[in-house]
C-alpha cells in the first residue's frame, strides 16, 4: 500500500506581503503529478490545509480544486486540521465528502475517526487526530490531568482503539520533542508544547505535520514531511519534497521522497550593491526567484530597495551587513529579539529591572501564565 504524505500546505500565506497563491497551485500541479507517478492509493494531508482560520476565498478555492481532481482519481484523501486551521471549517461537509473517498477530521469530541483501506496484506486503518490543546482535552476528559501538551496528546491517543495485529498509521499535528524549527513556524514560550515520541509508539507509521523542515522524529517511522514550498528565508538551502510511505506486511514500512521543484525558489544573494547589480551576476540566476538581499556597502544606498526590484521583481527583504550594522547588533541586540521566546524576553526585562536572575518557581510560574493568555 503506497501513501503519500503532506502537510502545511499553508494555502493562502503571504510571504513579507507576498501572496504565494500562484506558487501553491503549481506546486499542487506538480504534487498531482507525483500521485500519479506512484500511483499512490491514499494522500495523507496531516494539518495546517490553510494559512489561516479565516482563510481568503482563493485559497479554499485552490484546495477545493486539488480535492476534486483527487476525488476524481479514485484516490481517498485523509486530511485533519492544524494550529492554523479552523478545526470547525475543515470539517464542514466531513460526512457528505466521505462518500466520495474524502475523509476530514471532525471537531475532536475524544472520538478519533479511524479509516480501514485493505490491500493484499490485510488491513490498515488510517486515523486522523486533529491538533489539540490541554483545554481541549481537559474539556473532553475532565476526570483525566491533562496540564500539559504531553498529557493531552497521550491521553487522545490513548483513548484511540486501535488493534495491535493490525496495521495502524497515525496523522497528528503536534510538535514532537527533538524536531528542528524553522522561523516560518509558530514557537510556543518555554517549549511548552513539546510532546515525547514515545505517545505514538503504538503505530506503524506517523505522519506528522507543524515543522517545516522534513526530517524524521526517533525513529525512521515518525516523520515530518515538511512544506511543499519554503516559507522563510531559514529554509532556504532546504530541498522541499513529499514523503511516499510504502506499507508491507505488519511492521515492514518503506520511506522515500520525491523531490519538488518551486515555481519561483527562496533564497539569498549577498555583495556589495555594484556587485548584485553586474549583469554578469544577475544573468547567471532567476530574477523572478524570491529574493533576500544582504548589502556589504559601508553607506546606504538611497532607495536600495526599489532600484534592486528593477532587476528582481520579487525581491523580499533588504538588509545590510558591515561595521554599522554589526555595531548595531552588539549594543541593542534588537535584530534577535524577535526570534526569542515570550519567556525569555520576560526573564531579561526582569534581570534588567531587579539586577538578579529568576527562580526555579518564579520562571515555573511564568510559563503557566503564558500558557494560560496563548490558550484563551
Not at 28 to 52: F, H, N, P, S, T
Not at 183 to 210: K, P, T
Not at 334 to 339: R, S, V, Y
Request: glycine share 6%.
Amino acid at each position: 500500500m503506497k501513501l503519500i504524505h503532506l502537510s502545511d500546505l499553508h494555502i493562502g500565506k503571504r510571504v513579507n506581503e507576498f501572496s504565494l497563491l500562484e506558487d501553491q497551485r503549481y506546486i499542487l500541479e506538480q504534487i498531482l503529478a507525483v500521485i500519479d507517478q506512484e500511483q499512490a492509493d491514499g494522500v495523507l494531508i496531516a494539518g495546517d490545509i490553510y494559512d489561516k482560520p479565516v482563510p481568503p476565498a482563493e485559497a479554499v478555492q485552490v484546495f477545493d480544486d486539488f480535492l476534486t481532481r483527487l476525488a476524481e482519481r479514485k484516490i481517498p484523501v485523509f486530511a485533519i486540521s492544524g494550529n492554523h486551521d479552523c478545526a470547525e471549517r475543515v470539517a464542514f461537509g466531513a460526512r457528505l465528502m466521505s462518500g466520495t473517498g474524502v475523509y476530514l477530521s471532525p471537531v475532536y469530541d475524544g472520538k478519533v475517526t479511524g479509516i480501514t483501506l485493505e490491500d493484499e496484506y490485510g488491513e490498515a486503518v488510517i486515523w486522523l487526530l486533529p491538533f489539540v490543546k490541554p483545554a481541549l482535552v481537559r474539556h473532553v476528559f475532565a476526570d483525566e490531568e491533562a496540564g500539559s501538551y504531553q498529557e493531552a496528546v497521550r491521553i487522545a491517543v490513548d483513548h484511540i482503539a486501535a488493534e495491535e495485529e493490525k496495521r495502524n498509521v497515525l496523522l497528528a499535528h503536534q510538535f514532537v520533542t527533538g524536531a528542528f524549527r524553522c522561523e516560518s513556524e509558530e514557537i510556543l514560550v518555554g517549549g511548552l508544547d513539546n510532546v515525547d515520541v514515545s505517545v505514538f509508539d503504538r503505530f506503524d507509521y506517523v505522519a506528522l505535520g507543524h515543522i517545516h523542515s522534513p526530517q524524521q522524529v526517533g525513529r525512521e517511522t515518525v516523520r515530518y514531511c515538511g512544506t511543499p514550498l519554503k516559507y522563510s528565508f531559514s529554509e532556504a538551502e532546504q530541498e522541499k519534497s513529499v514523503t511516499v510511505v510504502e506499507l508491507g506486511k505488519k511492521g515492514q514500512v518503506g520511506i522515500r521522497t520525491v523531490p519538488l521543484r518551486p515555481l519561483r525558489d527562496m533564497r539569498r544573494i549577498r555583495g556589495t550593491y555594484l556587485e548584485l547589480t553586474a549583469l554578469s551576476f544577475y544573468q547567471d540566476t532567476n530574477r523572478e526567484d524570491y529574493i533576500q538581499a544582504v548589502l556589504t556597502d559601508e553607506e546606504d544606498v538611497p532607495d536600495g530597495l526599489m532600484k534592486l526590484r528593477v532587476i528582481y521583481p520579487n525581491l523580499m527583504k533588504l538588509e545590510y551587513d558591515n561595521q554599522r550594522t554589526r555595531d548595531n547588533r552588539e549594543i541593542s541586540g534588537t535584530c534577535e529579539a524577535e526570534q526569542k521566546s515570550e519567556l525569555e524576553l520576560f526573564e531579561e526585562f526582569y534581570e534588567l529591572q531587579n539586577n538578579q536572575p529568576f527562580s526555579e518557581r518564579q520562571r515555573e510560574f511564568v510559563m503557566q501564565l503564558i500558557q494560560k493568555i496563548q490558550e484563551r
